[in-house]
């Protein structure tokens, strides 16, 4: 059981440059999200999926994309890359999008964007 | 608007003391108050959880205390081990369905524990 899997671990992009982000979960989870985690700042939402073909914006939205074609992949998708979007990227899961459930994380991909 | 607030951003504790990281929250339909664990290099892991009905939750060394009148809720870590060492957050979120489940985080303490 891998749980998530999020890849690349590490990337570094040029400004301007677009990229997808993998996301991919073997638990049959409905909800999955990603963040970005800066220093000092937390983990902010950026986007959300409750559910194969359901997506919808979290707090940071501007500049990515995703979808959600399968219940396994989560893709997020940075169409030109900034300098403001260096950052660790975390992708969740969890079996639903109720406060019962514990959210399952990634090991992050880190990306630096120059 | 930040609406979960957490301190302190960082903590030194000694080995065997007690380690108390704070959270306030201002939303009062928050019904779920879970800290997680982060290791560096690694993604966040549940810690422990606690919802507004009780005032006071154990796991082993860990324990959260929720007082729902202040809208504060807290981690008390006993014995601590050079092992806890990590990054916590705590988190609320209000209710079922769509966007209600979406964690809120606070901006994180970074615990080291002397040994």
């Known amino acids: 059981n891998a749980g998530v899997t999020q890849t690349p671990k590490f990337q570094v992009l040029k400004t301007g440059q677009s990229m997808t982000l993998q996301c991919a979960q073997d638990m049959n989870h409905e909800y999955m999200s990603w963040y970005r985690q800066d220093p000092g700042m937390g983990l902010r939402l950026i986007h959300y999926s409750v559910g194969a073909g359901i997506t919808d914006q979290g707090e940071v939205p501007n500049g990515y994309n995703v979808s959600r074609s399968t219940t396994e992949d989560f893709p997020l998708r940075l169409l030109s890359a900034a300098p403001s979007q260096t950052s660790v990227y975390f992708c969740?899961?969890?079996?639903?999008?109720?406060?019962?459930?514990?959210?399952?994380f990634g090991d992050g991909t880190r990306l630096s964007i120059l | 608007q930040q609406q979960v607030k957490q301190s302190p951003q960082s903590l030194i504790v000694q080995k065997g003391g007690i380690s108390i990281i704070n959270c306030a929250y201002e939303n009062t339909a928050f019904d779920y108050f879970p800290w997680y664990q982060q290791f560096p290099g690694k993604g966040p892991a549940l810690l422990i959880a606690?919802?507004?009905?009780?005032s006071e939750k154990k796991e082993g060394r860990f324990t959260i205390s929720f007082n729902k009148s202040a809208k504060q809720f807290s981690l008390h870590i006993m014995d601590s081990q050079p092992g806890d060492s990590a990054t916590y957050f705590c988190a609320a979120s209000r209710g079922y369905g769509g966007s209600q489940g979406n964690l809120i985080f606070g901006k994180g303490t970074k615990l080291s524990v002397k040994p």
């Open positions: 606690i919802r507004p009905d009780v």
């Open positions: 969740a899961s969890s079996y639903g999008a109720n406060s019962n459930q514990p959210q399952h």
